[in-house]
T-cell receptor, first 111, second 115 residues
């Protein structure tokens, strides 16, 4: 069964600092997703990573994928308060649309 | 373009009742997936429909069912509601094929409370 593990589950950061969220998954997958969720809201798509070595960046967030290690990272650069949210990674089984999510990382950025 | 629309947004039901939730995907998208989100279990995959056929199914009891119509709109039904079914139910819309265009977009969700 496909399992997805994120760490840390809780992250409290100072503004301006850098940090990385890790996402490990248990079996082969050809698609890795990162989502953001604000309290009481739905999921906002951040990145879709489709191949080994894929790297995508949007603003202060950068995501990468290592399919051999079954590892994706979400790097936060010079955090700002607006990044406070819960971040989820998810993977599909190959050729299936059945995303399995990690437990989420609740990020709090303090001034 | 219009996003994913879920109705209703909030629902309160009594144990033993049944409920139907609706999801209208983004125009042109043929895949609709359903997820249950609870504080204890997190986000769990329920099922996925593509071209009116259930293509994938998660580990939920048979009380949870769904269907998809020819216009890609989908409904999810939960029968004999239990307190533990209280959750945020999210649907996701995507093109549905393999390859590059796989991004899934979520609706605002239906908050179901079972009392």
């Amino acid at each position: 069964e496909l399992k997805v593990e994120q760490n840390p589950l809780f992250l409290s950061m100072q503004e301006g600092k850098n940090y990385t969220i890790y996402c490990n998954y248990s079996t082969t997958s050809d698609r890795l997703y990162w989502y953001r969720q604000d309290p009481g809201k739905s999921l906002e798509s951040l990145f879709v990573l489709l191949s080994n070595g894929a790297v995508k960046q949007e603003g202060r967030l950068m995501a990468s994928l290592d399919t051999k290690a079954r590892l994706s990272t979400l790097h936060i650069t010079a955090a700002v308060h607006d990044l406070s949210a819960t971040y989820f990674c998810a993977v599909d089984r190959p050729y299936n649309n059945d995303m399995r999510f990690g437990a989420g990382t609740r990020l709090t950025v303090k001034p | 373009k219009a996003g994913v629309t879920q109705t209703p947004r909030y629902l309160i039901k009594t144990r033993g009742q049944q409920v139907t939730l609706s999801c209208s995907p983004i125009s042109g998208h043929r895949s609709v997936s359903w997820y249950q989100q609870t504080p204890g279990q997190g986000l769990q995959f329920l099922f996925e429909y593509f071209s009116e056929t259930q293509r994938n199914k998660g580990n939920f009891p048979g009380r949870f069912s769904g269907r998809q119509f020819s216009n890609s709109r989908s409904e999810m039904n939960v029968s004999t509601l239990e307190l533990g079914d209280s959750a945020l139910y999210l649907c996701a819309s995507s093109w549905g094929g393999t390859g590059e265009n796989t991004e899934a977009f979520f609706g605002q969700g239906t908050r179901l409370t079972v009392v």
